[in-house]
Nanobody
Framework: QVQLVESGGGLVQAGGSLRLSCAYS????????MGWYRQAPGKQRELVAG???????KYADSVKGRFTISRDNAKNTVYLQMNSLKPEDTAVYYC?????????????????WGKGTLVTVSS
């Protein structure tokens, strides 16, 4: 069973930064793509950033240039560095893992989810 445990959420003022971490444990399942999704109140869950096992990344247009995803395969950890945060970034952020090679924009392609961590950006 794969477990994903997020940390690093919290309250920050607009323009500030936060770093999210996701530690994942792997049993016999091979995980390739990792990523972060977010869900704001009343909105659908959306892909924020994804990273392949080899380190190729992709981002939602709304976070390009502000967020950076990275992963440490040796430590089984994926990170999301969030800079220049805006109130519209407020959401619950979920760590996601998939057996597919790249993280899909569709939440239905995710095989494993973390429980989520709340990020609140005040204006």
């Amino acid at each position: 069973q794969v477990q994903l445990v997020e940390s690093g959420g919290g309250l920050v003022q607009a323009g500030g930064s936060l770093r999210l971490s996701c530690a994942y444990s792997i049993s016999i399942v091979s995980i390739n793509a990792m990523g972060w999704y977010r869900q704001a109140p009343g909105k659908q869950r959306e892909l924020v950033a994804g990273i392949t096992r080899g380190g190729s990344t992709k981002y939602a247009d709304s976070v390009k240039g502000r967020f950076t995803i990275s992963r440490d395969n040796a430590k089984n950890t994926v990170y999301l560095q969030m800079n220049s945060l805006k109130p519209e970034d407020t959401a619950v952020y979920y760590c996601a893992a998939a057996r597919r090679a790249t993280m899909s924009t569709s939440e239905y392609d995710v095989d494993y989810w973390g429980k989520g961590t709340l990020v609140t950006v005040s204006s």
